[in-house]
């Protein structure tokens, strides 16, 4: 319960509309799209910088937990305010403030839809890449707190490729301005790096500044099925290491597929053991080239049927089957828990088989599919968080995951971050001395540890 005398203080700030105690409304704010539940005390929908600025002040003069969130599709539990405090929604920073096309950089607030942003470039001839699957939903400011990917990191890269500069605000209610919006370059530290990526625990991202590239003038998407899961994981290697660079390699394992089918009915083979989703951008002659590579690498693995698709209409039918993995999994079990190990590209093979083996060990659903090309499986587990034994194979399954994805050299973070999820594991990716140098940058910048708590650190 937090005293009606903060309460009142915070709709002086931003208005009594904007701010509310009621359960049914802190209920909407309690979870993202995580399994677990935890209530703010409060929510509170500022508007501009000022009002921020003015409510982490009162935060930190009453050492107030404070959970910045956008529209809370996080997958790591970033925005599930676990301490309570007030949950800070920045849904309504929401406009595009400037894009330069001469210079190809745009200007935007937190709450920004991504794929909003995405039409709007996209009608100019500009083109911002990072593209996570939630695109429709997720907000620009929470896409830098995760460090957000998508389908296709594999050839541009993910969020903090493309971050120039960043206003944020600290957790005892200053204001700064990192990088720059020509190209990102100054004289200090790396400041839009370290805040990229650092999941709400050391500021507020308030206005972000991108870097735009051209438009890829032609694309072509090629399907290719497989009878054998490793087929089609040893393709992904190999075609990489023969220099083309798809725009999206994307895998997907037998139970996707027919959780997809049953979802969509929009003729996915179902007693297919993989399928590749391939997209090739870039100069037309260049991509005619490539695409023939990828056409003879997937035939000598095994693909059993190759489709490049002809007209959008194609394409948007096979983007829409990947796209609606995340929903038609969610149909097979009420809980999903969407797992994030990255690993070098190398290694996929490897990988595919280490799941399918920590599945069969402790009994559990898990299906596969991710952004193969970069090497980001997300091998979802489905199950009930209200079956007690089973959650806690779960939770053994998912730590010999992590266990595993670190000894091949991966990160247990492709692009959901670290949140409350993987907290617990963090110092076997960084080390002790990693880790202890990364809690004594937030204890820096956020003595009394308002902002996030419970967020990347256990302790």
Not at 62 to 69: A, G
Request: hydrophobic residues 40%; charged residues 25%.
């Amino acid at each position: 319960m937090m005293e009606e005398m903060i309460i009142d203080r915070l709709r002086a700030i931003v208005g009594p509309s904007n701010v509310t105690t009621e359960y049914e409304d802190l209920l909407c704010y309690a979870y993202d799209a995580t399994f677990r539940e935890s209530l703010p005390a409060v929510v509170v929908k500022p508007r501009s910088t000022e009002e921020i600025s003015l409510i982490m002040r009162l935060a930190n003069e009453y050492k107030i937990p404070v959970v910045p969130r956008g529209a809370g599709t996080g997958l790591s539990g970033g925005s599930v305010p676990l301490k309570g405090g007030i949950c800070l929604v920045l849904t309504r920073l929401n406009r595009i403030l400037s894009i330069d096309k001469e210079n190809r950089v745009a200007v935007v607030e937190p709450g920004v839809i991504t794929d909003d942003f995405h039409a709007v470039t996209e009608q100019m001839g500009l083109f911002y890449p990072p593209d996570p699957a939630s695109g429709k939903t997720s907000t620009m400011g929470g896409n830098i707190a995760e460090c957000a990917g998508g389908a296709r990191g594999v050839k541009y890269g993910v969020t903090k490729d493309y971050v120039l500069g960043l206003e944020v605000v600290l957790p005892q209610g200053d204001v700064i301005t990192v990088g720059n919006p020509i190209d990102g370059e100054t004289g200090d530290y790396d400041y839009p790096l370290l805040f990229t990526g650092s999941e709400g625990t050391l500021g507020i991202i308030t206005k972000i500044m991108v870097r735009l590239i051209p438009l890829p003038p032609y694309k072509e998407t090629v399907l290719a099925i497989y009878d054998q899961l490793e087929a089609a994981g040893e393709t992904v290697s190999t075609m990489i290491k023969q220099g083309v660079i798809p725009t999206t390699l994307e895998i997907a394992d037998h139970a996707t597929i027919n959780a997809v089918e049953n979802y969509l009915a929009i003729g996915l083979p179902t007693d297919a053991q993989a399928f590749l989703l391939i997209e090739v951008d870039g100069i037309k002659d260049e991509v005619v080239r490539q695409i023939a590579i990828v056409e003879e690498t997937c035939r000598r693995f095994g693909a059993v049927s190759i489709k490049v698709a002809r007209t959008k209409e194609e394409i948007d039918k096979l983007w829409l089957a990947r796209r609606s993995i995340s929903g038609a999994c969610g149909k097979i079990s009420p809980t999903k828990i969407s797992e994030d190990a990255t690993v070098p590209r190398s290694k996929i093979p490897e990988m595919i088989k280490k799941v399918r083996e920590i599945a069969e060990k402790y009994g559990i659903k898990m299906v596969i599919f991710g952004h193969a090309g970069d090497g980001n499986l997300h091998p979802n587990v489905l199950t009930d968080k209200r079956n007690k034994e089973e959650m806690a194979r779960v939770e053994e399954a998912v730590a010999e995951l992590f266990q595993a994805t670190v000894e091949m050299g991966g990160t247990l973070s492709g692009e959901h971050g670290i949140g409350y999820m993987k907290a617990p594991f963090l110092k076997w990716e960084t080390g002790e001395t990693g880790y202890q140098v990364m809690k004594a940058i937030k204890k820096q910048l956020d003595p009394h540890n308002i902002l996030n708590p419970g967020k990347m650190f256990t302790d």
